[in-house]
């Protein structure tokens, strides 16, 4: 059973940056690719972007190409991601999830952006 | 990017009710289409992927059906667990997207 287990509640001023990490049990990093998406309150899912831990091979939706970054450490079976600059329309939910179907996920990382 | 539409936004059912949920999307997603469940405060949950594979442990009360732009997510014999918020998404191609969301409440 493949679990994902995420780095904690961040609160961060604007202008800031955040790193969420997950970290995989059950399975080896390297057998699937694995994505984020966040949720921001009251709203639906909306897909960051991708990594192939593999070969670091990412793919990012475009709106956050510029100030997001995924990493993998095939050491550590975690994967990391990124967001600088942040503003307060980056409050939500973090959350990692496995393959092109999302059918494994991380329990959410709170990111609060506030002054 | 694909648009993904769900409807209705919101339903009222009672437990053992069937219900049906739709999800259109702006182009051909070849049935590249996943159902979530959420309920809150937590993470969404795969029910069907490739729009009406299963997902293991998913009680068989769950389908899904569809093809080319149009899909659906039926619940049959609505149970108390089931009230939560359903989204479909499609992994075609980047950027995935999802839909709105429907959530269905206790009548």
């Known amino acids: 059973q493949v679990q994902l287990v995420q780095s904690g509640t961040e609160v961060k001023k604007p202008g800031a940056s955040m790193t969420v990490s997950c970290k995989v049990s059950?399975?080896?990093?390297?057998?699937?690719?694995i994505h984020w998406v966040r949720q921001a309150p009251g709203k639906g899912p909306e897909w960051m972007g991708g990594?192939?831990?593999?070969?670091?091979?990412?793919v990012y939706a475009q709106r956050f190409q510029d100030r997001f970054t995924m990493t993998a450490d095939t050491s550590r079976n975690t994967v990391y991601m990124q967001l600088v600059s942040l503003r307060s329309e980056d409050t939500a939910v973090y959350f990692c999830?496995?393959?092109?179907?999302?059918?494994?996920w991380g329990q959410g990382s709170l990111v609060t952006v506030s002054s | 990017d694909i648009q993904m539409t769900q409807s209705p936004s919101s339903l009222s059912a009672s437990v053992g009710d069937t219900v049906a949920i739709a999800c259109r999307a702006s182009?051909?997603?070849?049935?590249?289409l996943n159902w979530f469940q959420q309920k809150p405060g937590k993470a969404p949950k795969l029910l069907i992927s490739?729009?009406?594979s299963l997902q293991s442990g998913v009680p068989s009360r769950f389908s899904g059906s569809g093809s080319g732009t149009d899909y659906t997510l039926t619940i049959r014999s609505l149970q108390p667990e089931d009230f939560a918020t359903y989204y479909c998404?499609?992994?075609?191609?980047?950027?995935?997207?999802f839909g709105q969301g429907t959530k269905v409440e206790i009548k």
């Open positions: 999830t496995t393959n092109w179907n999302f059918d494994s």
């Open positions: 059950g399975a080896i990093i390297t057998d699937f690719s």
């Open positions: 990594i192939d831990p593999k070969d670091g091979e990412t």
């Open positions: 182009q051909d997603i070849t049935e590249y």
């Open positions: 490739v729009a009406s």
């Open positions: 998404q499609q992994s075609y191609t980047t950027p995935y997207t």
